[in-house]
């Protein structure tokens, strides 16, 4: 017998493309909430892409529509101004885009709008137009952005909706910088899935032939490959020849330049060429963890941290620092290692100390299998993601 469906959800996504985490997480989200909960959903896309190509896939309904992200990011320089004027104008299309939209959904018979976007409006505006409430995801923030969204004071005074948050650490980011009452955040770790993983202490295998540590994240500033690179360096400086760290992912370029020249310059100044591998954008990371011993996690402020749990489900010794939420993950010298950021002589002691030890990154792999298999499934994700729509419907 086929389960009544409980609610119509109209899920709005940041993006037409798979890029990063949070529509990676998305896609599992909506999968759990068709197909366990029954619910009938429906997405609105800026465009066609692979991520409505997986939708199809995945028998969901969805519908394009060119809204647009309202945030810009505060350069200091004399093109802030224009930056303002095209997020406000952004702004005012995604209003528009919401009052046509409306009318098309009105026979849709939507029971709540579930956003997966940090920086467009066009859900808050879709919720005061059909009035009916909404879920607002929140999966990341940067420091650099001054503007996410132009009508925070309304959103704030809104009793219509509730926003998620990935962290503590989010949450506080929530309430500091965009002072959105704290009553009005719910936090939800995220669940991961980390496809292609059979790995059972991994690091039990000899170093014979080295230790792999593996850097996973876009090429850039925010994602810390310096500090890794320059540990790796006081590391060779103390004799260790053959530990090696693996780069997995796609440079960012800023003001026309690829952040990979940075890191390779830092590499060349060092010698290390012959122990700093640039993977690039890796397709597999569950085959590359295999070969791998240790995950670094040395962002600046990580929202959540995907790859951290990713690392500790597939058994490696994750070393991360005491920044963003990579803390409320990982307890030190239980499930992994912490080190203060920008302290590179402490990340290459907590290195040595794997090294050297392989007791205790045994039982530091061991410990990071559990807590993930206890804290961060998709399940208990979803679970109380469904949780709070079914409240807010109500």
């Keep these: 017998m086929i389960k009544e469906i409980d609610m119509r959800i109209l899920a709005i996504t940041q993006s037409k493309d798979i890029i990063g985490g949070a529509n990676r997480s998305f896609l599992d989200v909506l999968d759990a909430l068709k197909n366990i909960y029954h619910h009938d959903v429906i997405v609105l896309s800026p465009g066609e892409g692979n991520f409505t190509d997986e939708l199809q896939r995945m028998g969901i309904e969805y519908i394009c529509a060119d809204y647009r992200q309202v945030s810009f990011v505060r350069m200091g320089d004399l093109k802030d101004p224009v930056r303002y004027l095209i997020a ?75 926003v998620v948050a990935i962290s503590n650490a989010m949450k506080e980011y929530m309430v500091n910088y965009r002072k959105i009452l704290p009553q009005n955040i719910k936090v939800i770790y995220n669940g991961v899935v980390n496809a292609g993983v059979e790995i059972c202490q991994p690091w039990e295998k000899s170093i014979v032939d080295g230790l792999h540590c593996v850097h996973c994240g876009h090429l850039s500033e925010a994602k810390g490959q310096l500090e890794s690179i320059q540990a790796l360096a006081i590391l060779r400086d103390r004799g260790y020849k053959n530990i090696y760290l693996h780069l997995a992912g796609s440079p960012l370029i800023s003001h026309g330049k690829s952040y990979k020249d940075i890191l390779e310059n830092e590499v060349y100044k060092y010698s290390l060429q012959d122990q700093v591998i640039f993977e690039g954008e890796v397709e597999n990371m569950g085959m590359l963890r295999e070969k791998m011993q240790i995950e670094l996690m040395c962002s600046v402020a990580e929202p959540f941290g995907r790859v951290t749990v990713e690392g500790m489900q597939a058994g490696l010794v994750v ?68 949780e709070v729509l079914v409240q807010m419907r109500k």
């Design 319 to 386: 070393i991360g620092c005491d920044t963003g939420a990579t803390p409320e993950i990982i307890q030190d010298k239980i499930n992994g290692l912490i080190y203060h950021r920008g302290n590179t002589i402490e990340l290459a002691d907590k290195i040595e100390q794997i090294y050297n030890n392989h007791e205790l990154g045994n039982l530091l792999s061991s410990s990071a299998i559990h807590t993930t298999m206890v804290n961060f499934t998709m399940e208990e994700n979803v679970r109380q993601i469904n």
């Design 88 to 162: 406000t104008l952004n702004d005012i299309n995604n209003l528009k885009k919401a009052c046509a939209l409306s009318k098309q959904l009105k026979n849709k018979e939507i029971d709540i709008i579930y956003i997966n976007d940090t920086t467009n409006t066009i859900g808050y505006y879709l919720s005061k137009k059909l009035r009916i409430p909404y879920v607002w995801h929140f999966r990341g923030y940067h420091s650099s952005i001054r503007k996410y969204m132009l009508c925070e004071r309304r959103f704030r005074k809104s009793n219509r909706g509730l």
